[in-house]
DNA sequence: CCAATGGAGCAGCTGAGAAT
DNA sequence: ATTCTCAGCTGCTCCATTGG
């Protein structure tokens, strides 16, 4: 092979290339004309590309190549764009999309790793050897991600525990019981934790050596950050903790998740039921009898959740081997093709769904659903008030003659998508213009006023109105708008501007 | 100048309860 | 009993502030 030959089949492969990268920014962004950036928000898109793929009659390494190159495009960007906190983020996202659901064991990589510096912090710690305040920083983040991950608690609930709280913890059975009320749920639930001995040892040394570098007598949280306020985005932390580690991202939903399906797998009913609590799910037996467990109900629960851990296959060696039903099959697209959105139509029942192919119980698709037909609602509301912002009457009224039952956008929304015309309405709308060029009412006539001004029209002196309505020239903006407010009210004012649509 | 941290804002998820 | 809605939570990115 030549070297010339050999140069325009590198070419080829290339175009291809961009080709493939372009078709997929097109399927995950339909409209527009610049490519933007949103499409790495965009998951269900993602996902959705690449199960659509799946079901075409591509080999698997014709879809291998596809992900390749989007997946170099996205590197390209990474060095270009200033993305650089793309990659781990990346990395995330392709994990969930191949990965499947990942077990409990993998979600805590992140303690096993970081452990052995920890381990080594807290030695300093309680021999009250200085430690820097980054150490301080990690030191607290590993607690936190103690919580997540060992105790599946949610974010929400690591940020509201308090000092009074962990003072006021009990000893039962070999644990350590906290009782933490989440203020900022609604429902008041109450989490509880039962830390074995060890972890209390290691909370305690945060709350001896490590929160009191700030006396802030006003801060009750107990974890705390560098400026002394209460700790702010747990997530947040747990995600910079695992990019120190560069250990794979993995999420409070994502333990609870993996740990709810291993025990719905592994244990009784009654056992269930116990981790749900320990999690601090309503369950509706929960419920009816009281909101938080005895402490020797947490420490028990907490051990039987340690099996969880056991229970768990160890994947963490790479993906060579990856579970059956690896892709959730949610394909929004074919979803959307089985039950198109309409403006006055409703989503599918669940029997439909299921028929369709599509799990039951996943709202997610319905979810999406609703939120289309509500986008295209407010489309349509918005074509109505196109020349001036509906006021909450008009908009009601609007709202109430289309006769929809459920899914209503609401006011707000709509405001805020409304934009004022645009002025190159008038200047390029041809029926205007040959409206205002044909016009032959008597005493109107068009004048060049030369220069910037342009054409206008005029009145004939004799026939000037008291008013002297027409002697505006046609080239204001404010021309469309007026003739807009004047359309539903008399028709003696709307005859006057019947000129311009004749 | 820099990194670490906080915070805004968005999309997705979830639980609860109302509506049907 | 299912579906719809609401409100609040979660996870994430980007960007501003801050403190060294």
């Given amino acids: 092979m030549t070297q010339k030959m050999t140069k325009h089949f590198f070419l080829i492969i290339l175009l291809q290339k961009v080709d493939n990268v372009s078709r997929f920014l097109r399927y995950v962004q339909p409209t527009g004309d610049e490519p933007t950036l949103d499409f790495l928000q965009k998951t269900i898109e993602t996902r959705d590309y690449f199960v659509k793929l799946e079901a075409t009659a591509m080999s698997p390494a014709t879809i291998l190549n596809y992900m390749k190159n989007i997946i170099r495009f996205l590197d390209y960007l990474k060095t270009r764009v200033d993305l650089e906190s793309s990659n781990p983020e990346l990395r995330h996202r392709w994990d969930t999309f191949v990965g499947g659901m990942k077990s409990v064991r993998k979600c805590q990589e992140i303690l096993q790793v970081a452990k052995k510096d920890f381990l080594n912090l807290y030695g300093k710690l309680i021999t009250n050897q200085p430690i820097t305040e980054n150490e301080k920083t990690m030191y607290g983040y590993y607690l936190e991600a103690v919580m997540v991950f060992q105790h599946f608690q949610r974010p929400g609930a690591v940020e509201g525990m308090t000092v009074d709280e962990f003072v006021n913890r009990k000893e039962c059975n070999g644990r350590v019981v906290v009782g933490i009320k989440q203020h900022k749920t609604a429902t008041m639930q109450v989490a509880a934790l039962a830390l074995t001995l060890e972890e209390d040892a290691w909370f305690e040394a945060y709350y001896q050596h490590i929160r009191t570098r700030h006396e802030t007598v006003s801060c009750q949280s107990f974890f705390i950050g560098s400026t002394g306020a209460a700790v702010h985005k747990v997530t947040n932390d747990i995600r910079r903790l695992q990019d120190m580690y560069k250990v794979d991202r993995s999420t409070s939903q994502e333990v609870r998740r993996a740990a709810e399906t291993q025990a719905a797998k592994n244990f009784t009913p009654a056992q269930k039921e116990k981790v749900a609590r320990y999690m601090a799910h309503t369950t509706q037996v929960a419920e009816a009898h009281y909101r938080m467990m005895l402490p020797e109900q947490t420490a028990e629960t907490a051990e039987l959740m340690m099996v969880l851990n056991d229970l768990s296959p160890d994947n963490s060696d790479g993906r060579g081997n990856l579970p059956e039903k690896v892709l959730p099959k949610r394909q929004f697209s074919t979803f959307l093709e089985n039950f198109p959105v309409t403006l006055d139509g409703s989503a599918p029942p669940a029997k439909k769904r299921k028929e369709a192919g599509f799990p039951a119980e996943d709202r997610s698709l319905t979810d999406k659903w609703h939120k289309i037909q509500r986008d295209h609602r407010a489309e349509y509301l918005l074509s109505k008030f196109r020349h001036r912002q509906p006021t909450q009457r008009q908009f009601d009224r609007c709202v109430e003659g289309m006769k929809w039952e459920t899914n209503k956008p609401k006011y ?58 027409m002697t505006s020239t046609a080239s204001s903006g404010g021309e469309e708008g007026h003739r807009a407010s004047m359309h539903e009210n008399s028709q003696r004012t709307n005859r006057g501007f019947t000129l311009l649509d004749s």
């Fill in 412 to 469: 707000p929304t709509v405001l805020k998508l409304w934009t004022p015309p645009h002025k190159e309405d008038i200047a390029s709308n041809k029926q205007l213009i040959r409206s205002v060029m044909t016009q032959r009412w008597k005493g109107l006539s068009i004048k060049d006023f030369g220069g910037d001004k342009g054409k206008g029209v005029i009145v004939d002196k004799q026939r000037l109105h008291p008013a002297g309505l």
